[in-house]
């Protein structure tokens, strides 16, 4: 596709499941990140990929959350043993290099409702 | 990575020019300065991004110091449709790569 996608684009959960999150980057876009966002708050950095490597995770909040990222391209963010506070806006973002230097594209977000 | 600091809120109307300010005082020499606009259930959107002077293209014009310690978001003529949140983000290659935003500046904009 021309564009970042996330799926599923929302996602009702029970408390104690687990859920998984994909991101589909732009092709060629070697820099993948997510991020989170609650209602009226703004992006918590969670974790950024360079290729297939994750050079920091020091933002996912628990060690409940992990991401991998696979062949350069589609990445995966699992939440295992949800809680109500995890409910959130979840984005991801790709970019051809380094985001500080070049444009980043974001996808419309994965809602993420824990009841 | 710099810490930015901008205004919490901004009301305009249609028509106005809007300037948005972001301060930066930490800025590294090799830090870029970058905004994206983002409305309610989207992701953000890239607006513009700048070293030093001024950079222009169709939607906005950025403007940078010399000193490099703040910059200023212009959007022309704004519309109800400019209703969003603006962030500022400061970094480099060598900034950790984590692309980290601020609050953002919620923008108003009224008939």
């Known amino acids: 596709g021309a564009g970042v996608s996330q799926s599923p684009s929302n996602k009702v959960t029970e408390k104690g499941k687990d859920v998984e999150l994909r991101c589909d980057p732009i092709?060629?876009?070697?820099?993948l990140y997510w991020y989170r966002q609650s209602l009226g708050q703004g992006l918590e950095f969670l974790i950024y990929?360079?290729?297939?490597?994750?050079?920091?995770k020091s933002g996912l909040p628990s060690d409940r959350f992990s991401a991998e990222r696979t062949g350069g391209s589609v990445s995966t963010l699992t939440i295992q043993r949800t809680q109500q506070e995890d409910s959130a806006v979840y984005l991801c973002?790709?970019?051809?290099?380094?985001?500080?230097?070049?444009?980043?594209?974001f996808g419309q977000g994965t809602r993420l409702t824990v009841v | 990575l710099a810490k930015t600091t901008q205004p919490i809120s901004m009301d305009s109307y249609e028509g106005q020019e809007v300037n948005i300010t972001c301060s930066h005082n930490?800025?590294?020499?090799?830090?870029?300065i970058t905004w994206y606009q983002q409305f309610p259930s989207q992701g953000p959107r890239f607006i513009i991004q700048?070293?030093?002077t001024k950079v222009t293209n169709e939607v906005a014009s950025l403007f940078i110091p010399a000193d490099r310690k703040s910059s200023t978001l212009s959007l022309p003529r704004v519309s109800l449709s400019d209703t969003a949140v603006y962030y500022c983000?400061?970094?480099?290659?060598?900034?950790?790569?984590?692309?980290?935003f601020g609050t953002g500046t919620q923008l108003k904009v009224e008939l």
């Open positions: 092709s060629g876009h070697t820099a």
């Open positions: 990929f360079q290729g297939n490597s994750a050079p920091d």
């Open positions: 983000l400061v970094g480099s290659t060598g900034g950790g790569n984590k692309l980290t």
């Open positions: 930490n800025i590294a020499t090799n830090d870029y």
């Open positions: 700048g070293y030093k």
């Open positions: 973002a790709s970019s051809l290099g380094p985001a500080e230097n070049t444009e980043a594209f």
